[in-house]
């Protein structure tokens, strides 16, 4: 089956680890990796920590209903809750809740709001009542509890990711940045860190958590209960065009064709969704629940191929794509990526080709959201791995040119090859002199395909 989804088109595969042992990771990967050996491509892993799970206790029935206007009580005392009480067995939600917050319950379906707290209890009075059974989750939109977003078991899992050699991690529970930075000491460099921006508080800080990530996913299912559902699609905007600022890659996440889970065709309002994420330029679109336990996982990838590829084609799509217009930093890199986004659509090249060892440079050509194809060649498995989740590469592995007729034509060659230039056609080159030194992209050249695909100036 995961050789059928990259067949359909993944680009990245997302291993949720609330749901995987650490030794079904290595499975995984191990599979994953066999499959990038038969296809010569990168593949991307992203390993998906769990986080912190804010849970209340057990009830002495199987559920009770809580009417709306009834007072109840959260304690910390272990007992057996009642159609009044129930545990709550974290102290940090008992030192930081406030009057007025709201506490939310079993995905946001029970709403309840403190009316005073002291110590050990916390009194609240229901406003969205219902049926509450044991060990449902808590969401807490207004309150920061002193909580690290890395449980012990995240820990665990994110060393076990570094030594295996996944190449994204996905942080859970984000709210400020000294959450990822606790991240970014832990893996020492090891792995690329996406934040989760899943709560009001790491909006609060989107900048500063930008500034310390690699990656960021706009995570709506977390972020729609501790939000007015209204806000939802307005802080999806807000997230990707901050994201496509900052230069690093963004993923739209949840629910984007849900009804396959059980439905081989999606609903036009999913299309319609799934589409927006597109037009807005996310470099990712994320399927979940669709491709883990749906019963049509392969369709659902198929459908979204679909959909991407059609937006892409849509005559609106560049005037769209371009209205947050993205002002290169006064770097040669960037200087250079943009020049060559300029004159591959000025002089209808048939592809941009840039040489990247880091993949910064691979990652600054993206940022351009150019109409032409990007080829990023790497001498570097794990860039090529990290650069799949980034919009529109095409990653290619080749050891490093040896000399400047070598790089034009190596880059000839592969264009050639991966059928995105013809005989005849040009092609422009992007890379950094001296040859293979990190970071230092400062130079650009068009080149003529020749007929059996070696190039020429």
């Not at 090891?190 to 500063?208: F, N, Y």
């Not at 501790?226 to 890659?249: D, H, M, S, W, Y």
């Not at 840039?354 to 993949?359: A, D, E, N």
Request: glycine content about 8%.
């Amino acid at each position: 089956m995961i050789k059928r989804l990259f067949d359909c088109g993944v680009d990245v595969f997302r291993i949720n680890m609330s749901h995987t042992s650490q030794s079904e990771l290595r499975r995984l990967h191990d599979t994953i990796r066999t499959i990038e050996a038969e296809h010569a491509r990168p593949i991307g892993i992203l390993a998906d920590l769990q986080g912190p799970k804010l849970r209340i206790a057990d009830f002495e029935t199987d559920s009770v209903t809580l009417r709306e206007g009834q007072a109840f009580d959260l304690v910390s005392a272990d007992m057996p809750g009642t159609q009044s009480q129930v545990t709550l067995p974290h102290p940090e939600i008992f030192a930081a809740a406030e009057p007025g917050h709201a506490l939310l319950i079993n995905d946001g379906k029970v709403r309840l709001r403190v009316k005073d707290r002291s110590g050990d209890l916390i009194r609240t009075v229901v406003e969205v009542g219902g049926e509450l059974s044991a060990r449902k989750g808590v969401n807490l939109p207004d309150t920061i509890p002193p909580l690290s977003a890395m449980t012990d078991k995240d820990r665990s899992d994110l060393e076990t990711a570094c030594d295996v050699g996944v190449d994204w991690v996905a942080l859970s529970f984000v709210q400020r940045p000294e959450d990822v930075a606790e991240a970014r000491k832990f893996s020492r460099g090891r792995v690329a860190l996406m934040a989760k921006i899943e709560k009001p508080a790491a909006l609060d800080q989107l900048q500063a958590i930008l500034d310390l990530v690699d990656g960021v996913m706009v995570a709506r299912g977390d972020l729609g209960v501790e939000l007015p559902l209204e806000q939802v699609p307005g802080r999806q905007k807000q997230i990707i065009r901050a994201a496509r600022r900052a230069g690093i890659p963004v993923v739209v996440a949840t629910q984007m064709l849900e009804s396959m889970i059980a439905a081989p065709v999606p609903t036009r309002a999913e299309v319609s969704d799934v589409a927006t994420a597109v037009f807005e330029g996310a470099d990712a679109i994320m399927l979940s629940a669709e491709s883990a336990v749906g019963d049509y996982p392969d369709e659902a990838i198929l459908m979204m191929d679909r959909i991407a590829t059609q937006v892409e084609q849509d005559p609106y799509y560049t005037d769209i794509i371009h209205a947050p217009r993205m002002e290169p930093d006064a770097t040669s890199a960037d200087a250079i990526s943009a020049a060559a986004r300029t004159v591959a659509e000025t002089l209808n090249l048939a592809a941009i080709v840039c040489y990247t060892g880091s993949g910064t440079t691979g990652m600054r050509a993206s940022r351009e959201r150019p109409s032409k194809p990007i080829i990023a060649l790497t001498p570097i498995p794990s860039t090529g791995r990290r650069l799949a989740v980034v919009w529109g590469l095409h990653c290619v592995l080749t050891r490093d040119a040896q000399s400047l007729d070598d790089m034009v034509d190596r880059a000839c060659r592969i264009a050639f090859q991966e059928g995105f230039a013809a005989a005849g056609q040009r092609i422009i080159v992007t890379a950094g002199v001296p040859l293979g030194t990190p970071g230092a992209t400062n130079m650009l050249r068009i080149a003529f395909v020749g007929g059996d695909g070696a190039g020429a100036l």
